[in-house]
């Protein structure tokens, strides 16, 4: 008796929800963080133009952070109508492209971001989304601690002597634009602990070796300055090359020599940036997104490009970005506005509302005064982007996760790097085929 | 009309039986198809059979060895701490109890709150820098053990479950241990009988079948983890901390490999059924 | 004597405190500011604030955290009371006529052991036909599933544990079979029915992917919900606003839980008596 009484409620309640949703072009969007208010403000910008008609109006949809892409699988494969245009990113639109659509974007397009910003939303030749926000990474150091050590002459004849032991051979202390990798390594010793016992901070650094695929890319910048690569032009796999094994043999050595938390095979986004903001790490590579927080804890910080190797300096980049929903239902509202978003006028908007497109050298410059981040931003993503032969491809998420899986076995001593590297080679073979 | 015996079952039956056939009836045969074919999630209306080579990658990877173990090991470990500890803060604080029935509310709350929000917790609780756990051992000794490192992540999970549903056990034994026709323990004071003999030969064996009860519903729980531990470590540096459920779940989800995730999913329940339904008859012969 | 109560309370207040070390915890974060969070880790918190508690409260255009606990109340009443209901008249002819031990009940048990999350496509698929997706009863019904097996398996156990004499004296009256299960088993397992309504609920209420991946907006629950809030920084966690939201979003299962407990163990004593 209750119970159908529940349901008659429920019932109702449900039907009156849905009832006053009724979309005109449903967006979903990056929930949380400056994605969102970004979105939020060209949305509001869209509808109050004269010319976007009553049936055209956007309205957005956010869902949940936690697990938004294994729900998004979901919904694209299932042929969900609850959105017309949703969030894709450039290591997935190959696992979402068969249900999406190409889209065409404004003539604008190529010169407001420029085309490497453009191909981030490639696959298989064609255009599946429009560039919203841009990712990369940036080397934060802490520019006290490293002024006190160049100015000290014990502390750099200590200096020598710790990278002479764990890197053989004898480094000076560098300022950090000048770094190489090796340079990042002994300053990493230097600053912990376990290594030197009157170091200011605990740790040197804070490398994220939690088995998850973001952290992969957090650490390929590294194998790439040395010449790494996924595949070759012929299509065999490269992953088990010097390159590779040269970064992995590293990190574990910063690793085992206690230069970033004996906990960082559990750490992710979250726990660096808890580490780095207690002010116990004396640099570390992250993601562009955390630049406020980071600077806003440890004032002393300044950012700048991850560091060079022998075969040149790297950052990761990923863009995330809006496609079309095959399966939508306006799909012609839906593509008037992905086309309006690819404008300047829509992509300056974006910016001042706090995103973060990837937008070419002539477009960043008119917002040089309010946005310095989004020049530099723009700099190192032209300058020192690259995606790995294979990063769009279908399985590129897979293959993030397999690395993530053996890499991180590695570093906890859970398997040799040999075997590692043979594991990971075949997983790569499967997925590249 | 009288009904027999037979008729009288099914028409007690047939609600679940019902309810399970509108409601789990599609998705089983979907899935069983799955199972038995080529399937991803582009592949979803249109599944290619393969008979049984999905089953055959399964036994073949040993990450699905990997995780019946790991499940195993945790399940049992946990089942056992659970009940162990259930079993005596129920008896020994039952005295209590009985006049303080507050005391219940404040040990079950762990249980009350969701897993996957506990796992989170600890990310923070357990942190080097942000976690209360090490600052306190910074304070006091100048030393912290690193609770999610590689050597120790096994045993921290093992605590946290533990904690968080050793009030799960507790609460079944409670109520048993309370359900104790007290005539019985009379009798048997009046003969003089100590109280630790009193546990042990009145109240224990009265006890058993929830301990069973008990105990095989945290091993079930336990085996099938995954919130929690997901949230906390997911699936661990080379995979140390991936339970069935979370092999399981990456598989169908985070690889898209459907009809790999469902032969697992078959298999599991086929082995689970068998040694079930063999322990039910045990159970009846030694009856 | 005297010595052995000291004892018990100690014993009692070392467990309360080490099982609710982690709610503890994150009732203090909760009360903590977020500079306060990432530079005092201690458990005295320098200056308390509602701020966190006032994100999580207040309405905005998006988070609703009133909407998800009403859905998070809806789908877990029927997800915990629809298992009692199919399971009970079973769970009587499983314990009495031990109808269905070998293949029903070892089947249903086992649901308990799978990740159900497989199911979630055929679920999804079938749902978006019968427009049950994103509705609090879709989700409802799909949390009474994952309920069932316990359910099932709670009842049996407490049918099996009442005296057959009581059945069987009612037999000798003539009771038939539904005024025998309505009138003699059914009020006896009273404390069973609480208990499995109880479990349920809170597994029902904290459960999270079927949330996530069959509601978008209309029926989003408070766990789905309650992530919504924390993920507003650039990727990172804000945890004081995530301990504020998990405490928030336990107080309707701890408030039941107060509420049930005195009736299981009050008529845990009263049923002993009886018997």
């Not at chain 1, 949380?32 to 970004?38: F, L, Q």
């Not at chain 1, 450039?90 to 492209?97: D, E, L, V």
């Not at chain 2, 979907?30 to 999905?54: H, R, V, W």
């Amino acid at each position: 008796m209750m119970l159908s009484r529940k349901f008659l409620c429920s019932a109702a309640l449900a039907a009156l929800l849905t009832g006053s949703a009724q979309a005109e072009v449903t967006v979903l969007g990056w929930p949380g963080g400056p994605e969102e208010e970004a979105l939020r403000a060209v949305t509001e910008i869209y509808n109050a133009k004269a010319d976007v008609a009553e049936d055209d109006k956007v309205e957005l949809l956010f869902t949940s952070r936690d697990g938004f892409f294994d729900k998004l699988q979901v919904d694209l494969a299932a042929g969900s109508t609850a959105f017309d245009a949703n969030l894709i990113a450039t290591y997935s639109i190959g696992r979402y492209a068969p249900f999406l659509e190409p889209i065409t974007l404004s003539d604008e397009a190529e010169t407001v971001f420029g085309d490497t910003v453009l191909s981030t939303m490639q696959y298989d030749g064609a255009q599946y989304g429009v560039p919203t926000d841009l990712s990369l990474h940036f080397l934060y150091f802490r520019k006290d601690l490293i002024d006190a050590l160049m100015a000290n002459d014990d502390a750099k004849a200590l200096y020598g002597d710790i990278s002479e032991k764990y890197l053989g051979e004898r480094l000076e202390p560098k300022n950090p634009e000048e770094w190489s990798w090796q340079d990042f390594a002994a300053n990493a010793l230097y600053f912990s602990r376990s290594v030197n016992p009157d170091s200011p901070t605990r740790y040197g650094t804070v490398l994220q070796m939690k088995n998850l695929l973001f952290n992969m890319m957090v650490f390929h910048s590294l194998p790439r300055s040395y010449g790494a690569n996924w595949m070759d032009a012929d299509g065999n796999i490269t992953v088990d090359s010097e390159a590779y094994r040269t970064a992995l043999e590293m990190a574990k050595m910063l690793f085992d020599a206690g230069a970033t938390p004996a906990d960082s095979t559990s750490y992710e986004y979250a726990e660096a940036n808890a580490a780095y903001s207690a002010g116990q790490v004396a640099a570390m590579v992250q993601w562009n997104a955390a630049a406020s927080d980071l600077i806003s804890a440890q004032p002393e910080t300044v950012t700048q490009a991850p560091p060079t190797g022998p075969e040149g300096r790297f950052t990761h980049i990923h863009g995330l970005g809006l496609g079309l929903n095959a399966a939508a239902e306006n799909k012609d509202g839906a593509k008037a506005f992905l086309k309006w978003l690819s404008t300047e006028e829509a992509a300056l908007a974006y910016a001042r509302a706090g995103g973060a497109p990837g937008l070419a050298t002539n477009t960043a410059q008119k917002l040089a005064d309010e946005r310095p981040d989004l020049v530099q931003v723009g700099d190192y993503a032209s300058n020192y982007g690259f995606v790995m032969n294979g990063g769009t491809s279908k399985n590129a998420l897979s293959i993030y996760e397999a690395q993530a899986k053996e890499f991180t076995g590695y570093w906890a001593g859970t398997q040799s790097l040999d075997e590692a590297m043979s594991n990971i080679t075949a997983s790569m073979t499967e997925l590249l085929k | 009309m009288r009904l027999l015996p037979k008729q009288e079952n099914a028409i007690l039956a047939s609600p679940m039986v019902l309810f399970l056939l509108v409601l789990l009836g599609f998705p089983v045969v979907l899935s069983i198809i799955y199972g038995f074919s080529e399937a991803s999630f582009e592949s979803l209306m249109s599944p290619k059979f393969i008979g049984l080579e999905n089953f055959r990658l399964v036994l073949q990877d040993s990450s699905f060895w990997d995780a019946g173990w790991f499940s195993l090991r945790f399940g049992v470990i946990t089942a056992l701490l659970e009940c162990v500890l259930g079993l005596f803060l129920a008896v020994y604080l039952a005295p209590l109890i009985r006049k303080h029935g507050w005391m219940v509310a404040v040990l079950i709350i762990p249980m009350i709150v969701a897993p996957a929000m506990i796992g989170l917790m600890y990310r923070l609780v357990l942190h080097e820098f942000a976690g209360p756990i090490p600052y306190y051992f910074y304070e006091w000794f100048g030393w912290s053990p690193s609770f999610l490192s590689t050597g120790m992540v096994f045993q921290t999970i093992v605590v946290a479950e533990t904690l968080q549903w050793t009030p799960f056990a507790f609460l079944l034994f409670l109520t048993a241990y309370q359900a104790i026709p007290n005539d019985i323990r009379e009798a048997a004071s009046v003969d003089g009988t100590r109280p630790w003999r009193m546990f042990w030969k009145i109240e224990f064996p009265q006890m058993l079948p929830t301990l069973f009860v008990a105990g095989f519903i945290r091993f079930i729980d336990g085996f099938r983890v995954f919130d929690n531990i997901y949230t906390l470590v997911g699936a661990g540096p080379g995979g140390s901390t991936t339970s069935m459920s979370i092999y399981i779940y990456e598989t169908f989800l985070r690889r898209g490999e459907i009809g790999k995730a469902m032969a697992a999913a078959i298999l599991l329940f086929i082995v689970a059924f068998a040694i079930l339904a063999m322990g039910q008859r045990l159970m009846r012969r030694a009856q | 004597m005297k010595l052995h109560q000291i004892l018990r309370w100690i014993v009692f207040v070392i467990a309360a405190l080490v099982m609710n070390f982690p709610v503890l915890a994150t009732f203090i974060t909760a009360l903590k500011s977020p500079a306060e969070i990432s530079r005092n880790p201690s458990l005295a918190i320098q200056s308390p604030t509602l701020e966190n508690f006032m994100t999580v409260l207040t309405v905005s255009d998006r988070l609703n955290v009133y909407h998800y606990l009403w859905n998070s109340l809806s789908a877990a009443l029927i997800g915990s009371i629809l298992p009692i209901i199919v399971a009970f008249p079973i769970a009587w002819a499983m314990a009495r006529r031990g109808y269905g031990r070998n293949i029903l009940f070892p089947l249903i048990v086992n649901l308990r052991a799978l990740p159900l999350v497989i199911f979630a496509v055929p679920l999804y698929l079938m749902f978006s036909v019968v427009n049950l997706l994103d509705t609090q009863i879709g989700l409802g019904l799909v949390l009474a599933i994952v309920n069932l097996p316990l359910a099932l398996m709670l009842l049996v156990n407490a049918v099996s544990e009442i005296p057959i004499e009581l059945e069987e004296a009612a037999r000798m009256d003539g009771a038939r079979l539904p005024r025998l299960i309505g009138r003699i088993v059914l009020p006896l397992c009273r404390p069973a029915f609480i208990t499995t309504f109880v479990f349920g609920f809170i597994t029902a209420w904290n459960e999270f992917l079927f949330g996530l991946i069959l509601t978008t907006q209309n029926a989003v629950p408070m766990t789905v919900g309650a992530s919504f809030f924390f993920a507003t920084s650039g990727g990172g966690v804000q945890w004081g606003v995530a301990a504020a939201v998990m405490i928030v979003a336990a107080l309707p299962p701890l408030l039941l839980g107060l509420i049930m407990y005195r009736k299981i163990t009050g008529s845990m004593v009263s049923g002993a008596v009886k018997g």
